[in-house]
């Protein structure tokens, strides 16, 4: 990408990005490793699902509350204080878990992390023209993938003090790195417009009639078929993501037993395959191939999930072609999905729209943890089928998508 596109990047957008690392490359380390953490310091993987799942329910309920609060504090406080609650003290406790009641106890305070998620995606949107959100969830999809460059940082401490040891180095340097993110974003940030006009609206109204409010965002989302199909996508995608991320790695580690030192090199891998990617492919994609794009992502995941069970194998070139697979995969559907979501939303109702989607993803994804427990106790191949089906089915409710916006412009020409 050229200067002069990032120089679009402007407001609450570049101030929210340009701390974004200092978020995402802790969070590559332990997130690799985390499954494996729990696993070493006695939790089975029934109790790993059941501490992931009962983390998905707190989340129900603090996105449930999360467009309240985000319209009644304002964006800038809300994604402050529930910043620092959710995940500077979630990583200090989780730096210091001895069993399950530690691991519990930081699952249902990092659950309320859906507060500053739901006020970051208003943060970073509501002064954003729509034509150039695409770009800056690209943006934030680049930030990600540079932070995934860091995770054999955890790896080597892993290697150098142990497996548990090394963990809870990575979750101290996470809690010094994301709180000094969350200062830093505050104070190179300014409240939306729209996020000023809520917190008034918000206080004439009180709570009681803020939460009847609601009502109306959840009608908004059941009458039009377009907005359920790419929510429906968007459930799917965050499902598949859920289950992936607390069981792949111990699927690579305990069933393809590969070694736990090497497990942090293929999300290196992959930010590097993701680059490449941005650099040669995504250039080449139309704005209006966005649809195609998303679908040959999500066909391309479907490949590299089903490439992980049909031959399950240690062999680091095989596992290797397959993390490949899934960081193109990625590359070329997460940001036009990310952006259709949110130009789906109206501006004047996000925080309540925005919010009661997040709660219907996470209703639908709670089980995620305990049926990916269970699946992988009776076959540990099991949970990757059913991330491959997810993505299989977002290629198929993206086909409807898609043939519903043909005809509806086919109609728009008509008349």
């Known amino acids: 990408m050229s200067r002069r596109r990032f120089s679009r990047l402007q407001g609450n957008s570049r101030g929210c990005l340009a701390f974004e690392p200092f978020f995402l ?7 690799t490793y985390a ?6 310091l006695g939790v089975s993987e029934t109790k790993i699902g059941w501490i ?54 930081a699952a249902i305070i990092n659950g309320f992390q859906r507060v500053p998620h739901v006020a970051f995606y208003c943060l970073v949107v509501e002064d954003t023209k729509p034509s150039d959100r695409t770009y800056v969830f ?57 996020g000023l006009r809520k917190m008034r609206e ?5 709570l009681k009639e803020s939460l009847i409010d609601y009502g109306g965002a959840i009608r908004d989302i059941f009458a039009s078929k377009p907005l359920l199909l790419i929510f429906g996508i968007y459930i799917l995608f965050n499902f598949q993501a859920t289950m992936k991320t607390t069981y792949l790695s111990l699927y690579l580690a305990d069933y393809l037993h590969v070694d736990s030192g090497l497990i942090s090199l293929f ?11 941005l650099w040669l492919l995504m250039p080449k994609i139309p704005e209006q191939a966005a649809n195609r794009a998303m679908m040959a992502g999500f066909a391309l995941s479907v490949l590299s999930n089903v490439m992980l069970v049909i031959l399950p194998t240690s062999n680091l070139a095989w596992i290797g072609l397959s993390t490949v697979f899934a960081a193109v995969g990625l590359m070329i559907s997460s940001p036009y999905l990310e952006a259709a979501v949110q130009n789906a939303i109206d501006d004047e109702k996000r925080a309540k729209v925005f919010s009661m989607l997040s709660v219907l993803i996470l209703l639908l994804t709670s089980p995620a943890g305990i049926i990916g427990g269970w ?20 290629v198929l409710l993206m086909l409807m998508h898609h043939r519903g916006d043909r005809i509806r412009k086919e109609r728009a020409l008509e008349q």
Request: aromatic share 14%.
């Open 52 to 105: 992931t799942t009962i983390g998905l329910v707190v989340q129900v309920f603090s996105s449930f509350i999360s467009g309240y609060l985000t319209d009644r504090m304002g964006r800038k406080s809300a994604i402050l204080y529930f910043d620092l609650l959710s995940w500077s003290f979630a990583t200090i406790l989780w730096a210091v878990s001895q069993n399950v009641w530690f691991f519990l106890a």
């Open 202 to 206: 918000t206080r004439e109204l009180g």
């Open 25 to 31: 490359i802790p969070y590559s380390m332990f997130g």
């Open 375 to 394: 699946a992988y106790e009776l076959d540990p191949r099991i949970p990757i089928w059913i991330v491959s089906a997810a993505f299989a089915a977002s």
């Open 267 to 277: 999300p290196a891998v992959s930010s590097v395959i993701m680059l490449l990617t």
């Open 138 to 194: 690209t943006l934030l999809q680049i930030i990600s993938v540079i932070g995934g460059l860091f995770a054999p940082l955890g790896g080597l401490l892993v290697d150098r003090f142990g497996l548990v040891p090394g963990v809870r180095i990575m979750y101290v340097l996470a809690f010094l790195m994301m709180t000094f993110q969350f200062v830093g974003r505050h104070l190179t940030t300014r409240e939306t417009e729209i």
């Open 35 to 40: 499954t494996l953490y729990m696993h070493n």
